[in-house]
């Protein structure tokens, strides 16, 4: 392992040599990390945060990494788009050790339906938050919380609480139906292949990164709410009942004069 950034390692102890000349006996998630188990014990905790990237080569030390491991079959590098420098890997010894990283959300793929709907009643946050909560569901973050909302038609500001049985339902099959799907969807892509530009944003997605283009369900602009470094991306006609949700960029300028509906805004060309 050669590390270029003395900040993508947030651990001291154990030291990164122990880890030369040991075999890599398993990969597994916890929520958005990624766990490589050695031998003896030994676990890399790896979260990429939203500009790491993984590259793969073969013959040589890819360029531009913050990190490379050297293999057998070739070297693995961490790559992070951007300035600031957010992801980060720990170093840890035994399984108690890996469970200090959990956030403790709840995997959905593997939960009941009355855990779901727990859950979402254990807290009274929007859907939004409590989607990219990993407190609350491990791994969906802020891409695939978009296009889950709206799929199951429902807005992305609607508080937890307010879901009736029918809502809390359908938003738990949506969930599965669209992890799953996705999940195929990009094994298929790249088979047995590196995958080499997996992001956050996929030219299918229906919502995540599209504003203003075509809803594919209504056929009427995506909007977006944006606050610091994110954005949400919704349909006003499938999710809010055609009214605009204010983004707070914009509405403290335009107050009064920020539209209200899609006619509104349509109206103001």
């Given at each position: 392992?050669?590390?270029?950034?003395?900040?993508?390692?947030?651990?001291?102890?154990?030291?990164?040599?122990?880890?030369?000349?040991?075999?890599?006996?398993?990969?597994?998630?916890?929520?958005?990390?990624?766990?490589?188990?050695?031998?003896?014990?030994?676990?890399?905790?790896?979260?990429?945060?939203?500009?790491?990237?993984?590259?793969?080569?073969?013959?040589?030390?890819?360029?531009?990494?913050?990190?490379c491991w050297k293999f057998e079959s070739g070297w693995l590098g961490l790559s992070e788009a951007g300035t600031?420098?957010?992801?980060?890997?720990?170093?840890?010894?035994?399984?108690?050790?890996?469970?200090?990283?959990?956030?403790?959300?709840?995997?959905?793929?593997?939960?009941?339906?009355?855990?779901?709907?727990?859950?979402?009643?254990?807290?009274?946050?929007?859907?939004?938050?409590?989607?990219?909560?990993?407190?609350?569901?491990?791994?969906?973050?802020?891409?695939?919380?978009?296009?889950?909302?709206?799929?199951?038609?429902?807005?992305?500001?609607?508080?937890?609480?307010?879901?009736?049985?029918?809502?809390?339902?359908?938003?738990?099959?949506?969930?599965?139906?669209?992890?799953?799907?996705?999940?195929?969807?990009?094994?298929?892509?790249?088979?047995?292949?590196?995958?080499?530009?997996?992001?956050?944003?996929?030219?299918?997605?229906?919502?995540?990164?599209?504003?203003?283009?075509?809803?594919?369900?209504?056929?009427?602009?995506?909007?977006?709410?944006?606050?610091?470094?994110?954005?949400t991306n919704y349909c006003a006609v499938c999710q809010t009942g055609g009214k605009l949700l204010a983004d707070?960029?914009?509405?403290?300028?335009?107050?009064?004069?920020?539209?209200?509906?899609?006619?509104?805004?349509?109206?103001?060309?």
């Open positions: 392992m050669q590390r270029k950034d003395p900040f993508v390692l947030r651990t001291v102890d154990p030291p990164l040599k122990d880890l030369v000349g040991l075999e890599v006996l398993e990969l597994r998630r916890l929520g958005k990390r990624i766990v490589v188990g050695f031998e003896k014990d030994y676990f890399l905790i790896i979260h990429l945060m939203i500009a790491g990237r993984f590259r793969w080569n073969e013959k040589k030390m890819p360029g531009g990494c913050l990190v600031k420098r957010r992801a980060k890997i720990h170093l840890v010894r035994g399984e108690a050790a890996v469970a200090e990283h959990d956030p403790g959300g709840l995997e959905i793929m593997d939960a009941s339906l009355e855990e779901f709907q727990g859950m979402l009643a254990s807290r009274r946050h929007t859907l939004k938050r409590a989607l990219t909560d990993p407190t609350m569901f491990s791994g969906i973050g802020n891409a695939y919380s978009d296009e889950i909302l709206l799929r199951a038609r429902l807005s992305p500001v609607r508080m937890t609480t307010q879901l009736s049985a029918e809502e809390s339902e359908r938003l738990f099959v949506t969930i599965r139906e669209l992890l799953a799907e996705w999940r195929d969807a990009l094994q298929a892509e790249w088979g047995e292949k590196f995958p080499t530009t997996v992001t956050a944003f996929h030219a299918n997605m229906a919502a995540h990164g599209k504003y203003l283009q075509p809803c594919p369900q209504c056929g009427q602009p995506i909007q977006r709410i944006r606050y610091a470094e994110n954005e707070r960029s914009l509405s403290r300028l335009l107050k009064s004069d920020w539209p209200r509906t899609l006619e509104e805004m349509e109206a103001r060309g």
